[in-house]
């Protein structure tokens, strides 16, 4: 009980701790993604606007410096005003460099005169603009060409006009304010996070807990029916999985209930059998016992009748004692190649004088010649076993007829007989060896009623397969279908 409810136990806190892992996962995930996302997206969007804005500032300088010729002469105070407003305003640095790669202009005045040769200034001066943005370092890079437009004369026409690269605007632009933006959002993100974290810890316990209890009331159950309290179904309809399982246990609670049955039916039919024999020995020797001098045909007659209890006695635990022998494993078979049809015809020999004594026509039919590798006793026992009952359980000039036919991979042995037949709600248990299909057949006939049992255990060992049809005062019919090569299959 102890073992049982440690096991259920660890088996619901591991389910439980599953169920929790889940919802929290599922729940924690999206939220830590979607903070990345959104500073990621911010990060991006503001640079892109502070590069644009950056941008459409140099473009108006840079038709400036083209007007006041400041590539030409530095002097010029308004732009230099402007190129200091500039680099303070967006707290960067601004540098004029002409056609010749020569800085003109450093709002730092610290690289005038100095050549700069780069590939973005080089790809400027052929008219191309280029942005770069340096996160780890906090800045945005970028070129604008200083352009001037030249007009040719076209005789008769409108003017050609011309834009021509003078020189180019190297400019840096720090980003301190998007970086100290974006900590402020992301601790603002962490707290919503811890907040999101906390919410979804408790929703996964609740959940987890909600989810468990289905499967708490199938253990329980499961332990009331283990410990003997209950053997009621259960019902447990909250999810289509409990259900399922709920289900599932019913179908095997119920097959062990009409085993458990059938068990003590044995018992009790196989008591009987035992005792009966016994009692009727008793009464005989008793009553021989009481009687003085008792004369030799009646002596005779009561030995004769004592005799025939003791083989009926021997019968019943011979038939045990083969029962017992069926479970064994596949290993105890002694194969060997028997000719089939040869085997089936010393059997219908041995068999015929009960069947003449009942006046029942045996029929043989062979096919065609079979042999197959299988265990000849227990071959032998199956189809005596089928035989013997459709003798048995046969009608008064009645027939059973026995056909023997094979294929590449099988071989068939049909019993067919025009007997009482079997009911239809009896079919499916003729093979349980606890199971009795008319009560009132076992006085009238004799045998055990383990014949059946013995059968398809046989059958089974040599994997093959028994099937019945039957139709309650018509007949029956036995097919036997067994492999004609013997595989052995290890464990």
């Given at each position: 009980?102890?073992?049982?409810?440690?096991?259920?136990?660890?088996?619901?806190?591991?389910?439980?701790?599953?169920l929790?892992?889940?919802?929290?996962?599922?729940?924690?995930i999206p939220?830590?993604?979607?903070?990345?996302?959104?500073?990621?997206?911010?990060?991006?969007?503001?640079?892109s606007?502070r590069?644009?804005?950056?941008?459409?500032?140099?473009?108006?300088?840079?038709?400036?410096?083209?007007?006041?010729?400041y590539?030409?002469?530095?002097s010029?105070?308004?732009i230099?005003?402007?190129?200091?407003q500039?680099?303070?305003?967006?707290?960067?640095?601004?540098?004029?460099i002409n056609?010749?790669?020569k800085?003109v202009?450093?709002?730092?005045?610290?690289?005038?005169?100095r050549?700069?040769?780069?590939?973005?200034?080089i790809?400027?001066?052929?008219g191309?603009?280029?942005?770069?943005?340096d996160?780890?370092?906090?800045?945005?890079?970028?070129t604008?060409?200083?352009?001037?437009?030249?007009?040719?004369?076209?005789?008769g026409k409108?003017?050609?006009?011309?834009?021509?690269?003078?020189?180019?605007?190297?400019?840096?632009?720090?980003?301190?304010?998007?970086?100290?933006?974006?900590?402020?959002?992301?601790?603002?993100?962490?707290v919503?996070?811890?907040?999101?974290?906390?919410?979804v810890?408790?929703?996964?316990?609740?959940?987890?807990?909600?989810l468990?209890?289905?499967?708490?009331?199938?253990t329980?159950?499961l332990?009331?029916?283990?410990?003997?309290?209950?053997?009621?179904?259960?019902?447990?309809p909250?999810?289509?999985?409990?259900?399922?399982?709920?289900d599932?246990?019913?179908?095997?609670?119920g097959?062990?209930?009409?085993?458990?049955d059938?068990?003590?039916?044995f018992?009790?039919?196989?008591?009987?059998?035992?005792?009966?024999?016994?009692t009727?020995?008793k009464v005989?020797?008793?009553s021989l016992?009481?009687q003085?001098?008792?004369?030799?045909?009646?002596?005779?007659?009561?030995?004769?009748?004592?005799?025939a209890e003791?083989?009926?006695?021997?019968e019943?635990?011979?038939?045990?004692?083969?029962?017992?022998?069926?479970?064994?494993?596949?290993s105890?078979?002694?194969i060997?190649?028997?000719?089939?049809n040869?085997?089936?015809?010393?059997?219908?020999?041995?068999?015929?004088?009960?069947?003449?004594?009942?006046?029942?026509?045996?029929?043989y039919?062979?096919?065609?010649?079979?042999?197959?590798?299988?265990?000849?006793?227990k071959?032998?026992?199956?189809?005596?076993?089928?035989?013997?009952?459709?003798?048995?359980?046969?009608?008064e000039?009645g027939w059973?007829?026995?056909?023997?036919?094979?294929?590449?991979q099988?071989?068939?042995?049909?019993?067919a007989?025009?007997?009482?037949?079997i009911?239809?709600?009896?079919?499916e248990?003729?093979?349980?060896?606890f199971y009795?299909v008319?009560?009132s057949h076992?006085?009238?006939?004799e045998?055990?009623g383990l014949?059946?049992?013995i059968?398809?255990?046989?059958?089974?060992m040599?994997?093959?397969?028994?099937?019945?049809?039957?139709?309650?005062?018509?007949g029956?019919?036995f097919?036997?279908?067994?492999?004609?090569?013997?595989?052995?299959?290890?464990?």
């Amino acid at each position: 009980m102890h073992k049982w409810n440690f096991k259920k136990l660890k088996f619901l806190r591991s389910l439980k701790l599953r169920l929790f892992l889940i919802v929290f996962i599922v729940g924690f995930i999206p939220c830590i993604f979607m903070r990345y996302a959104i500073l990621e997206n911010y990060e991006h969007r503001a640079v892109s606007v502070r590069t644009s804005d950056v941008q459409t500032q140099l473009r108006i300088l840079s038709n400036h410096l083209i007007a006041y010729r400041y590539l030409q002469d530095t002097s010029s105070e308004v732009i230099n005003a402007e190129l200091n407003q500039l680099s303070n305003l967006y707290d960067g640095r601004v540098l004029i460099i002409n056609n010749d790669l020569k800085v003109v202009k450093d709002t730092y005045a610290i690289s005038e005169g100095r050549t700069i040769v780069s590939e973005e200034v080089i790809r400027c001066l052929k008219g191309e603009n280029t942005s770069r943005y340096d996160a780890e370092n906090g800045y945005i890079e970028m070129t604008i060409p200083i352009t001037e437009t030249v007009a040719m004369e076209n005789p008769g026409k409108e003017p050609w006009q011309f834009d021509i690269v003078r020189g180019v605007m190297l400019t840096s632009v720090s980003t301190d304010n998007v970086r100290v933006t974006m900590e402020i959002l992301s601790r603002q993100a962490l707290v919503v996070e811890v907040i999101v974290i906390i919410v979804v810890f408790l929703v996964a316990i609740v959940l987890s807990n909600v989810l468990i209890k289905p499967f708490e009331k199938i253990t329980d159950a499961l332990s009331q029916v283990k410990e003997g309290y209950k053997n009621d179904p259960i019902f447990v309809p909250d999810y289509l999985e409990t259900e399922h399982i709920g289900d599932a246990f019913n179908q095997v609670l119920g097959r062990m209930k009409v085993l458990d049955d059938s068990r003590q039916e044995f018992v009790s039919n196989v008591s009987h059998e035992l005792k009966t024999p016994i009692t009727s020995i008793k009464v005989l020797a008793d009553s021989l016992r009481a009687q003085e001098d008792v004369p030799v045909e009646i002596y005779r007659e009561f030995m004769e009748d004592i005799a025939a209890e003791i083989d009926r006695e021997n019968e019943i635990i011979n038939d045990l004692l083969a029962l017992i022998k069926m479970d064994r494993a596949a290993s105890d078979l002694n194969i060997a190649q028997v000719d089939i049809n040869t085997m089936v015809e010393m059997i219908m020999r041995r068999l015929r004088p009960i069947a003449i004594k009942r006046d029942i026509e045996l029929v043989y039919e062979s096919i065609r010649p079979v042999t197959a590798a299988v265990d000849e006793i227990k071959i032998t026992i199956v189809i005596t076993n089928l035989i013997e009952n459709a003798i048995k359980y046969n009608k008064e000039h009645g027939w059973v007829k026995v056909t023997v036919d094979a294929d590449h991979q099988f071989f068939t042995v049909e019993v067919a007989d025009s007997g009482i037949g079997i009911p239809s709600d009896s079919v499916e248990h003729v093979f349980e060896r606890f199971y009795r299909v008319d009560k009132s057949h076992s006085k009238e006939i004799e045998g055990t009623g383990l014949g059946l049992s013995i059968t398809r255990s046989a059958v089974l060992m040599h994997r093959g397969t028994i099937r019945v049809v039957s139709e309650e005062g018509e007949g029956t019919t036995f097919t036997v279908k067994i492999p004609l090569t013997y595989i052995a299959v290890t464990s």
